[in-house]
């Protein structure tokens, strides 16, 4: 019999490494030796803080590029560079230093901040929390996915995938080990893109896909 689904909660902890860039060039040679963490926060940090502006640039890098070098055509381009799409941070490390070094040959003038406007490298740390809640059956599961904190979403789809040796997310990998008969929920599960949307409506997409399999038990 399969251990039961331990539900966690998580905060996403900023961690400043002193490091900052204050153009496109320092920006791109900053990214070529920061730790992996730096790009994980910058990426994913943006979904457990509360938004303010800038909501069409899913990442820091890119509400950067358009809040402060003013440089529409790269915030775009690295608002469409998607963490899911790269098979671990080092990938995506290689995926943004493109994008930046092809903007470089394109342009005469190097996009500058102003002094107060530069990008601060922040890591991340993740600090988790055990809720006591365990989950025995898929029904069970199914019931719990819309009460679930923010927090608990982003640990057990997203954070997961650099936990577990698949990449996968927590859900997936639990409803197949309950056994095959779960091997299509698990799948549509894992097909989602977390990256393009908001916590609260991931928890709803989740809520929705385990209402369609309709579970008994």
Same mark, same amino acid.
């Given at each position: 019999?399969?251990?039961?689904?331990?539900?966690?909660?998580?905060?996403?902890?900023?961690?400043?490494?002193?490091?900052?860039?204050?153009?496109?060039?320092?920006?791109?040679?900053?990214?070529?030796?920061?730790?992996?963490?730096?790009?994980?926060?910058? $990426?994913?940090?943006?979904?457990?803080?509360?938004? $303010?502006?800038?909501?069409?640039?899913?990442?820091?890098?890119?509400?950067?590029?358009?809040?402060?070098?003013?440089?529409?055509?790269?915030?775009?381009?690295?608002?469409?560079?998607?963490?899911? #799409?790269?098979?671990?941070?080092?990938?995506?490390? #290689?995926?943004?230093?493109?994008?930046?070094?092809?903007?470089?040959?394109?342009?005469?003038?190097?996009?500058?901040?102003?002094?107060?406007?530069?990008?601060?490298?922040? #890591?991340?740390?993740?600090?988790?929390?055990?809720?006591?809640?365990?989950?025995?059956?898929?029904?069970?599961?199914?019931? #719990?996915?819309?009460?679930?904190?923010?927090?608990?979403?982003?640990?057990?789809?997203?954070?997961?995938?650099?936990? %577990?040796?698949?990449?996968?997310?927590?859900?997936?990998?639990?409803?197949?080990?309950?056994?095959?008969?779960?091997?299509?929920?698990?799948? %549509?599960?894992?097909?989602?893109?977390?990256?393009?949307?908001?916590?609260?409506?991931?928890?709803?997409?989740?809520?929705?896909?385990?209402?369609?399999?309709?579970?008994?038990?």
């Amino acid at each position: 019999m399969a251990d039961p689904f331990a539900v966690k909660d998580c905060a996403l902890i900023a961690i400043s490494t002193g490091t900052h860039a204050q153009n496109l060039r320092e920006l791109r040679d900053r990214l070529e030796t920061v730790h992996p963490g730096c790009i994980y926060y910058h $990426f994913w940090g943006g979904l457990l803080r509360p938004q $303010f502006d800038e909501p069409e640039y899913m990442n820091d890098f890119a509400a950067w590029s358009w809040r402060s070098l003013h440089d529409t055509r790269l915030a775009e381009r690295l608002a469409l560079v998607d963490p899911t #799409r790269s098979k671990d941070i080092e990938d995506l490390r #290689r995926w943004l230093i493109e994008v930046i070094e092809q903007r470089l040959d394109e342009i005469d003038y190097i996009p500058w901040s102003k002094a107060a406007h530069q990008f601060h490298f922040a #890591r991340s740390q993740i600090v988790v929390f055990d809720t006591h809640v365990r989950i025995q059956h898929a029904k069970k599961l199914q019931e #719990r996915i819309s009460r679930m904190s923010l927090g608990s979403i982003f640990y057990h789809f997203i954070d997961a995938r650099r936990r %577990t040796e698949q990449g996968n997310n927590d859900f997936s990998q639990w409803l197949l080990s309950l056994g095959e008969e779960y091997a299509d929920l698990a799948g %549509t599960i894992a097909a989602i893109d977390p990256y393009f949307t908001t916590l609260a409506s991931l928890r709803n997409e989740l809520d929705a896909v385990f209402k369609i399999y309709n579970l008994e038990r």
